[in-house]
């Protein structure tokens, strides 16, 4: 794991779980930096250089007010050395903040914690490849907060798995198994990196039994052609996007239609 993707797997995390906020200067810099940046052509689209150009990431830390707690320093320190889905990771971050919106009003659960139907809130699950794929949960967790999608996201992926251990993948089976059922809508995302047959299982399971689903597939994913085909034949009303950010617009349209505006 490179420094970057550490540095803001945590806070991403602690941003959405509402254990880290800014303070108001942090959070203003942080605000014009995510506007700078939006000038360019979208989150799908990086270039090698980046969305963040290095004098605006110098503009956010300038000596001011506390620079040396602000946990997004060191983030945009690591910026210029990291690969592209960490870059990705910081510029969805950038915009959860600049939204304006609260985390810590929000639900947000990864195994091994349930969730819990207390705050009545519709919850939305996760749905797509782990193993072998990119964090594209994080990012479209903090894409939904940056729109102001207020639902409980409940993100499968475990921030420590022990890989080849039957007794921990038994547990997060039936962790999936359980919360796709309690889910009142399933956002499924097919990454270009892995092929995700369990994905594709669950895919066929709750199309078929009519669960409500939003479903976005890779142009360059191995499978993308037989999923367009198979919704195409059962849930013929079902759009498979071609990037993480329109699925997760179009998982803004479903869940809370009317009650945000989701930008361009």
């Known amino acids: 794991m490179t420094e970057l993707q550490q540095l803001v797997g945590a806070l991403a995390a602690d941003y959405l779980y509402g254990r880290w906020t800014p303070d108001p200067t942090e959070g203003h810099r942080a605000r014009n930096l995510s506007m700078n940046a939006g000038a360019d052509g979208g989150l799908d689209g990086l270039t090698t250089g980046g969305v963040i150009t290095g004098e605006a990431i110098a503009q956010m830390l300038r000596p001011g007010p506390d620079l040396a707690s602000w946990r997004l320093a060191p983030v945009l320190r690591a910026y210029p050395a990291g690969d592209s889905h960490a870059r990705a990771l910081v510029r969805d971050l950038l915009d959860a903040v600049a939204g304006r919106h609260s985390p810590a009003a929000e639900q947000y659960v990864q195994p091994p914690d349930n969730y819990a139907h207390a705050d009545q809130k519709l ?18 967790a903090l894409q939904l907060r940056a729109v102001g999608v207020s639902v409980t996201i409940m993100n499968p992926r475990r921030a420590v798995f022990t890989e080849g251990d039957p007794a921990a993948s038994r547990v997060q089976i039936a962790w999936e198994y359980e919360h796709l059922a309690q889910a009142d809508t399933i956002m499924f995302w097919f990454c270009a990196e892995s092929i995700q047959p369990i994905a594709l299982y669950e895919l066929g399971a709750h199309a078929a039994r009519g669960a409500k689903i939003t479903v976005g597939a890779h142009p360059e994913y191995a499978r993308r052609l037989d999923v367009v085909e198979q919704l195409r034949h059962a849930r013929p009303e079902v759009e498979v996007h071609a990037s993480l950010t329109d699925t997760v617009r179009a998982v803004a349209a479903l869940m809370m239609p009317g009650a945000v505006s989701v930008p361009d």
């Open 123 to 140: 919850a939305l699950f996760l749905a797509g490849g782990i193993t072998g794929c990119p964090d594209w949960q994080t990012r479209a």
